[in-house]
């Protein structure tokens, strides 16, 4: 991983140059002769690259009082620190399929991409948050769905390049619209060998 390049980006937020990676791991597991793939991934601080200072006098409520939401709001963002996205920090029964055993190769798995938790009518009002593949650690404990994670092999190696996508709640609010979006980029990570 690089963290000069491996970044995760929210569209909208105070921070378009989006945020480093501190730790990605990818990894599969073998259930019932399918390989399941788990992601985990979180960021620098979101401070930690650029400062957004506040007035002395300002707090976090006059922050969002001077936006048009809490996603706008730098004040909101630096009470949450960073990001947590994952299939495995907080349980390991998440992920997603993605072929057979017999199938798992790094030529098989180049180019693909797959799509998880699609929800087309833009809210998870009625969708149960535990059945979802990943939980996020944003603007509190939010939610995330409408995943699309692409494998980019690069040349013959065992290297990969992973563009991750999706869109997020912030169910932590009480705020069930998937109003808001990811982008994360990642770096010639290694081909995962599956576990059972």
Do not use: K
Not at 18 to 28: D, I, K, P, R, S
Not at 152 to 167: E, K, L, N, Q, V
Not at 173 to 185: P, V
């Amino acid at each position: 991983m690089d963290p000069a390049q491996d970044r995760i980006h929210f569209p909208g937020n105070p921070w378009p140059e989006g945020h480093a990676l501190t730790e990605f791991a990818w990894t599969v597991r073998v259930v019932d002769g399918v390989v399941w793939c788990d992601l985990h991934l979180r960021s620098a601080d979101y401070y930690a690259e650029r400062d957004i200072e506040l007035d002395e006098d300002e707090d976090e409520d006059a922050d969002e009082d001077d936006h048009d939401s809490s996603w706008e709001a730098p004040g909101v963002w630096g009470n949450y620190h960073r990001c947590t996205l994952s299939s495995t920090f907080w349980d390991d029964d998440r992920g997603f399929p993605l072929c057979a055993i017999e199938d798992f190769t790094p030529a098989w798995l180049d180019g693909r991409t797959f799509e998880v938790d699609t929800i087309t009518n833009g809210t998870l009002e009625g969708v149960e948050l535990d059945d979802l593949a990943f939980h996020v650690y944003l603007l509190g404990h939010d939610s995330v769905a409408n995943h699309r994670i692409t494998f980019h092999r690069i040349g013959d190696s065992d290297r990969f390049d992973i563009a991750w996508t999706g869109d997020i709640a912030l169910t932590y609010a009480g705020d069930d619209d998937l109003a808001h979006r990811f982008e994360a980029r990642i770096s010639a990570v290694p081909f995962p060998t599956p576990s059972p």
